[in-house]
């Protein structure tokens, strides 16, 4: 066995599962305070993706003003994209918002592709180095760096969250939407925002994806791909998020590792997290980390 291959898929799985976590976190965000899972959630990481890259390209901004600049529209985007497409569906029944959700992914995936063209775009380059050696290991720097940026993002929804006033008033939101407005909190506004963190920080991976691999529609499968990881921490749990991040990015490699050295099944970096999810959601149908609902009848 390659043990030094397998440690080096292990390493890259940590790393992009930070990411996986990190755009879970989105997920959760988005169905605590609103109760709708967002399946435009991977168009997030798309389009902040080529708003970088047209950033860089066409105006030629140093990247850390066209990454800043991105997060911003981002975050006004998804304000506005939660004001005018979903607010007026407040009331209906959730299904009907899951497919608006789901016609906004298409819509969205089209859009791009008209705009920017189909033939998928390298991304300039932000680093003098694209990698480094560590304990004998080949790390990409966009790598490193997203790791940095993942652990902030995970800090700061943590302070967020347990200090802030408006993390509060979510945190209330998500508990009973009845019992926070009759306390004074804005739902909609909370609402909004909620559409506008996971926008901004959806982005964010793609941004640091679309350095390493390019910026292409198949940016757009990553919120697919995080579906699993979401579903086995807990729809509802950002610690489940960002566990089941990490899961699912060490299981994809190690998983293909072994398909090509042994099993010669092929595809499996992309339909293994599946099945292990079926597996556990046989034992723990609520995910690792999810809250179990009791009905009583």
Not at 59 to 65: C, G, H, K, Q
Not at 165 to 176: H, I, N, V
């Amino acid at each position: 066995m390659n043990f030094e291959l397998l440690t080096q898929l292990i390493v890259n799985g940590l790393i992009v599962g930070l990411l996986y976590g990190v755009v879970g976190m989105c997920f959760v965000l988005v169905y605590k305070s609103t109760q709708i899972v967002n399946f435009a959630q991977g168009e997030f990481l798309l389009i902040g993706a080529w708003i970088c890259w047209a950033l860089l390209i066409y105006l030629e901004l140093p990247f850390i003003v066209g990454f800043l600049l991105t997060m911003v529209f981002m975050a006004v985007f998804g304000i506005l994209l939660q004001m005018i497409v979903l607010r007026p569906m407040i009331g209906e029944p959730i299904i009907s918002v899951i497919m608006v959700t789901i016609g906004l992914s298409i819509f969205f995936q089209a859009l791009m592709k008209w705009i920017f063209g189909v033939s998928a775009q390298s991304f300039p380059k932000v680093f003098e180095t694209e990698s480094i050696q560590i304990l004998g290991l080949n790390i990409e720097v966009a790598y490193l760096m997203s790791t940095v940026i993942a652990l902030i993002i995970m800090v700061a929804f943590y302070l967020f969250f347990k200090y802030s006033k408006y993390g509060l008033a979510m945190r209330a939101t998500a508990f009973d939407q009845q019992i926070a407005q009759s306390l004074g909190i804005s739902v909609k506004q909370v609402f909004a925002m909620s559409w506008g963190i996971a926008a901004t920080v959806s982005a964010t991976a793609g941004v640091v994806i679309a350095m390493v691999s390019g910026v292409s529609s198949s940016l757009s499968m990553m919120g697919i791909k995080v579906f699993p990881a979401v579903i086995l921490g807990g729809l509802d749990s950002i610690v489940g998020a960002i566990v089941g991040g990490l899961i699912i990015g060490v299981l994809e490699n190690v998983a293909e590792f072994f398909d090509s050295q042994y099993l010669q099944i092929g595809n499996m970096y992309d339909i293994a997290p599946f099945y292990v999810l079926l597996i556990i959601l046989w034992f723990k149908p609520y995910g690792l980390f999810g809250t179990k609902d009791i009905e009583r009848i």
